[in-house]
């Protein structure tokens, strides 16, 4: 006996009825905390900016974000656990252009692909770098300082807080851009560098506005120039490189917000919008810019164009300037 065949209307009112019920799961999103991994051990720049970004966006988001620090080699083992991380919108990464274009440049066999791995969610804010000298060194300003290199060539170094990091490589696009060369004395941390600053065995060296701003405030140290494309709020009397004689320079530190690669429509839609609305909001950005930060909300095709613009400079800085990872 053959099976009767199935009743084309019974069929169409059962699917009719799954519809919304589907509907509801995929809306569902988020229905538990979110966690936030931050590459960097607690207290450093991004710690600050992924502490209040993310608390903005659970309220948003109706969910908690929950901080997770996986410090450790340069940003790699935070951004590679994420990499490997189901792509449930439950598992974020906020990390710097070193996870993006810096490491990538310095090793080709990564872990993670700076590309490939993430989904870019959106960039929250820049970290402004700057030029900073002992206060003793008879220099003010960026051209003085290039005077008084081509005058006494082996007499001037600069430190930065590591070697690798996006000071060391803001420092070797500005002396290329600028027509000089000064040897690098890398530090491990942003602390010694500036301890061997105030004290005299380095003249120059180039830290974040946030690092710098109480010793210079203090007059232990004094400011040569920002090196990103526009003045440090913070600093509003300190001249951008590209004010001080080379326009279009711009070399400084981002951080944006990602997702392991292949997030659901669904969730991405909705991460981007919390983002968009955290960073709009007029708390957040007056809470980053009291840290030293500076507010910069770009979309994910714009972090994603920046990856892509950025990563073959900062490949061509390495391999001119032999920047190896330490």
């Avoid at 710097?96 to 969610?121: Q, R």
């Avoid at 909001?281 to 994603?304: F, S």
Wanted: charged letters at 15%; glycine letters at 8%.
């Amino acid at each position: 006996m053959k099976p009767n065949p199935p009743n084309l209307a019974v069929l169409t009112a059962a699917l009719l009825c799954l519809a919304p019920w589907q509907d509801a799961l995929a809306q569902s999103y988020p229905s538990k905390p979110i966690q936030l991994v931050i590459p960097f051990p607690p207290g450093g720049a991004t710690d600050i900016v992924g502490r209040l970004v993310g608390k903005k966006m659970g309220e948003r988001l109706g969910q908690p974000v929950v901080i997770e620090n996986k410090g450790g080699a340069g940003t790699i083992v935070g951004a590679t656990y994420v990499a490997n991380a189901a792509a449930d919108g439950y598992t974020l990464l906020i990390s710097s252009g070193s996870t993006f274009t810096v490491n990538p440049a310095l090793n080709s066999k990564l872990p993670y692909d700076p590309v490939k791995s993430f989904e870019p969610l959106g960039m929250v804010a820049r970290v402004p770098l700057i030029l900073i000298a002992n206060r003793d060194v008879p220099v003010n300003n960026l051209k003085q300082l290039i005077a008084s290199v081509h005058s006494t060539p082996d007499k001037y170094v600069y430190g930065s807080f590591g070697a690798g990091t996006t000071g060391h490589f803001a420092g070797e696009l500005m002396w290329n851009a600028v027509g000089v060369k000064l040897m690098h004395i890398p530090y491990k941390g942003s602390a010694p560098a500036m301890t061997d600053l105030i004290g005299g065995q380095i003249p120059f060296t180039i830290d974040t506005v946030a690092a710098s701003l109480p010793q210079l405030k203090t007059g232990k140290i004094k400011a040569i120039a920002v090196t990103g494309a526009t003045r440090a709020t913070q600093l509003p009397e300190v001249p951008t490189v590209a004010e001080s004689g080379f326009p279009g320079f711009s070399a400084d530190s981002w951080l944006a917000v990602v997702a392991p690669r292949g997030l659901a429509s669904e969730a991405k839609a909705k991460l981007q919008k919390a983002l968009a609305e955290t960073m709009a909001d007029a708390e957040i950005r007056d809470k980053l810019i009291a840290n030293g930060l500076q507010p910069a909300y770009e979309t994910a095709a714009a972090v994603a164009a920046r990856i892509d613009d950025e990563l073959p400079r900062m490949r061509a800085v390495a391999q001119r300037a032999n920047i190896r990872m330490e």
